[in-house]
């Protein structure tokens, strides 16, 4: 399988951020923020792997300042490492002040999806080809994740186990 480049995965949106997308301080809820960000992190993998995916993991999600009534939310998307059938994605989110030009990061994220065969089965993914400093830093650190990865997924059974009374 041909390897991809990570520009042909990065996916962006923006969005206006209206009152029913905020809570009683006028700011973004929270899961409204985690639902766009699936969504769009589901696009860079679909764009990278041509299958559908679904969503394996969120290792992280870290809300660094809030997005408030009225500002634009801006979330780029890119798949920055391939295993076999699976694809880590970061997805960055910023708000704009669409009055004064101000741009926060607001949030960054990293999940995992594996991609889909006809028969819903994992089906195998190209390698990724990073190219730019960032993309290296993050293909260079990748390999970190998946093993944290791996040992939350292990550690999660060792609970599921304990619980069934096994």
Known sequence: MEAKPVRLSRTILTDLILPPDTNNLGTMFGGRVMAYIDKVASVAAMRHSRRPVVTASSDSLDFLEPIKVGEAILIEAFVTWA?????EVHVKVESENLLTGEIKLTATSFLTFVALGPDGKPAPVPPVVPETDEEKWF?????????ARKKRKMHREQI???DSGV
């Open 139 to 147: 293909y260079k650190t990748a390999p970190e994740r998946y093993e």
């Open 83 to 87: 295993h076999r059938t699976s694809m």
């Open 160 to 162: 599921l186990e304990a």
